[in-house]
């Protein structure tokens, strides 16, 4: 069993902001200026592309199998995971003394059997989270929140776990609480994580390098890494190490490898899902990168236009204005980010759009030494499915 303990927030926009803010340190040194003569410019612009995993389709993986399943798939002994015990219970203000907008939900998972290992488990189990069923039960909680739910998978002879605890203090903060549990049906004991990959052949460091190019990595990360200022020149965001955030359990399933993930040293701490193609070894929603630092003037143009044919990106055209103060550009599967000299028109009336539609979700202040507005996207898209990212401005 592992258990880790993260500080959670009510508002995602907090995280925005503290990203927003970070941000600017990237590009904070941030003093040449692009070259402005249009004589150079040509319809296949110049730009410095980097992309953070390979194309799925692509490679070895099409012969080679990462992971086989089949031989677990057959072979399935496990137990099945059953609601051992359950409580609900509506919260009480504790200064009012009326009623609270949250649900208490109390629920504890066991092992369907009946071996002694198994029973010792759900002892286990059990007696780790059964103590706020009595609580509730008593009306001893003040003005604790609590939220207790799991969840669990199986896969030749081996169970996994996950018992996810959300609690806090009314009118502050929330905090999630994590525990994993991992169980060999044909020993009848609980095992380690390491002891749980061993059995499919997995290695650890191999799934945390992978979790760290996948979608979920970079979304979770970049605000983690940004907010602290834990930035190394003009290295492109999401290709940090992954010390950034570390593995905290493994779940295998016959499609689906999860490396169920934190992020570390800093205030907003949080858990998140790599999720990992068994049969590639590669992340199921793989992060990308590309920069641009030239950029073609188009007066026809709302905003700035980025061309990807044959998967790259091939040129990027900009409205007058902006092609006079942007310095560089990065589309990523996250975010849109653009360094400038000097301020936009109206940035907070840019709206995103990735092959003609929305999907941009909020916008960055300007940095020290220059403007730098990143733009969220709600969405992953895959690399290969990118035809135009457009940034367009406001026409009010």
């Not at 950029?295 to 040129?315: K, Q």
């Not at 999907?359 to 690399?383: D, L, M, R, W």
């Amino acid at each position: 069993m592992k258990k880790t303990f993260v500080l959670g927030r009510h508002s995602y926009s907090f995280a925005v902001i503290a990203c927003f803010l970070a941000v600017s340190v990237l590009f904070s040194s941030c003093q040449n200026q692009k070259n402005t003569d249009d004589s150079e410019s040509t319809d296949a612009t110049e730009t410095e592309i980097s992309t953070m995993a390979s194309d799925p389709s692509t490679g070895a993986t099409e012969t080679t199998l990462f992971f086989d399943p089949a031989p677990y798939v057959i072979k399935t002994d496990a137990p099945a995971v059953i609601l051992a015990a359950e409580y609900e219970k509506q919260a009480v203000d504790f200064l009012t003394g009326g009623s609270f907008d949250f649900v208490h939900q109390i629920s504890i998972p066991a092992l369907d059997s009946d071996k002694p290992g198994a029973k010792a488990l759900n002892a286990k189990i059990f007696d780790q989270h059964s103590s706020r069923i009595e609580e509730l039960k008593a009306g001893a909680e003040g003005g604790q929140l609590y939220h207790t739910f799991y969840s669990s998978s199986a896969l030749g002879s081996m169970v996994f776990i996950s018992v996810q605890g959300k609690g806090g203090v009314q009118y502050s903060e929330m905090g999630f609480t994590n525990y994993y549990y991992y169980y060999d049906a044909a020993a009848d004991r609980e095992v380690s994580a390491e002891e749980y990959l061993a059995y499919f052949g997995l290695e650890a460091d191999a799934l945390a390098k992978e979790a760290a190019l996948s979608d979920a990595y970079v979304r979770a990360v970049d605000t983690q890494r940004f907010y602290n200022g834990q930035i190394e020149d003009e290295e492109l965001r999401g290709l940090m190490s992954a010390s950034s955030a570390v593995p905290e359990a493994y779940e295998v399933t016959a499609e689906v490898i999860h490396v169920w993930m934190r992020t570390v040293d800093g205030y907003i701490d949080r858990s998140f899902v790599c999720d990992i193609d068994a049969e590639s070894g590669m992340p199921c929603n793989p992060s990308y990168a590309f920069k641009a630092q030239e950029f073609i003037s188009d007066a026809d143009s709302n905003g700035i236009v980025f061309d990807f044919s044959d998967r790259t990106l091939r040129s990027v055209k900009a409205v007058p204005e902006v092609c006079a103060v942007i310095q560089s550009a990065y589309v990523t599967n996250a975010y849109v980010t653009l360094v400038c000299t000097a301020s936009l028109p109206d940035p907070y009336g840019i709206e995103v759009q990735i092959n003609e539609n929305p999907v941009n979700s909020g916008s960055a202040q300007y940095g020290q030494n220059c403007h730098v507005y990143t733009y969220f996207i709600k969405e992953y898209t895959p690399q290969k499915d990118l035809k135009t990212v457009e940034v367009t401005l406001s026409t009010e």
